[in-house]
């Protein structure tokens, strides 16, 4: 048995799909198929029911899963414990953030990294998914989501604020009155699709603006701002990206909407990582510098 083959078993054991588990772990979905044939091979055991809603572990599946676990903790147990005894500022490290955080407070901040610690390789992984960094699929997460378990060290660098905001030229159209809420019915809004509205600011809109009509739905929030700045409607924005723009107008403070503590988050195993320790200092500068302070 390989432990290459067993890498791959717990992709799909954790994901449920040959196509994920490649996602993952950075190869095709053919590939995994192969791994884990070969697995079953060597076990002479059926680990998955193959099916339309994709794999599901069989009895015996469950058993091994449950001993590969503690075999891949206890392997990264030991590359975290040598990682953690680097003392080079060289090297790659992966980040997990959001992309409107990557995109407004991490990008805008990189030439300081780079002149201080030219060889540092920053890996800036964007999405709404919450990755493990006990699994090292990332080795520093900056979210406004606080991890709730496990051994990391958790520190909060400033708030990631959200508000509604509309162009100037719409405001003065429609006679909106900054600070209030009665307009909301009679205006148009610019949301996120079906499958965002969980994210920051759709919910809100969701319980407050069930009257309005719904002038654009989109999956990104760059969109939300351009369409905003166009006139279309108005928008629930990262304050960081808005609060300074000439052309639009902050209708409602963010304490209304969404004001929540912005968190770096790393394991404790690499918190000492010279590169890891080095690149959280600077993510911690970048957010402190765009978000540091509440708006109201």
């Known amino acids: 048995m390989k432990w290459d083959d067993l890498r791959n078993f717990l992709a799909v054991a954790r994901s449920g799909s040959l196509s994920e588990a490649g996602r993952l772990l950075k190869t095709s979905p053919a590939t995994v198929g192969r791994r884990i044939s070969l697995l079953e091979e060597d076990l002479n055991v059926q680990l998955f029911r193959r099916g339309s809603n994709g794999y599901t572990l069989t009895d015996c599946g469950r058993a091994v899963f449950q001993k590969a676990q503690q075999a891949d903790e206890a392997m990264l147990s030991v590359e975290r414990a040598a990682i953690g005894r680097d003392v080079r500022t060289t090297g790659k490290v992966r980040v997990a953030t959001t992309e409107d955080i990557g995109a407004l407070v991490v990008a805008p901040a990189l030439s300081r990294l780079r002149q201080a ?8 992984i964007a999405g709404q998914d919450v ?3 006990t699994r090292r699929e990332a080795d520093i997460a900056l979210r406004p989501v606080r991890a709730t378990k496990g051994n990391f060290v958790i520190r909060q660098v400033g708030w990631w604020e959200c508000t509604l905001y509309a162009a100037k030229a719409y405001v003065e159209a429609h006679k909106l009155e900054p600070g209030k ?6 205006v148009s809004i610019i949301r996120w699709t079906d499958e965002g509205m969980s994210l920051l600011g759709g919910p809100w809109l969701a319980e407050h603006a069930r009257g309005s009509t719904i002038a654009l739905t989109s999956n990104t929030r760059r969109i939300h701002l351009a369409a905003c700045k166009a006139g279309v409607g108005v928008a629930v924005l990262p304050c960081v990206a808005a609060e300074h723009d000439p052309g639009l107008v902050r209708l ?3 304490r209304e909407v969404a004001s929540i503590p912005l968190w770096l988050v790393v394991h404790r195993d690499l918190a000492r990582t010279a590169r890891v320790k080095a690149v959280m200092t600077f993510l911690a500068d970048a957010a402190a510098k765009a978000c540091g302070r509440r708006l109201d």
Request: charged share 20%.
């Open 117 to 124: 610690f030219p060889g540092i390789h920053l890996e800036l």
């Open 131 to 133: 990755v493990s960094l």
């Open 252 to 254: 409602l403070p963010p």
């Open 181 to 186: 809420k009665d307009w909301l019915s009679r």
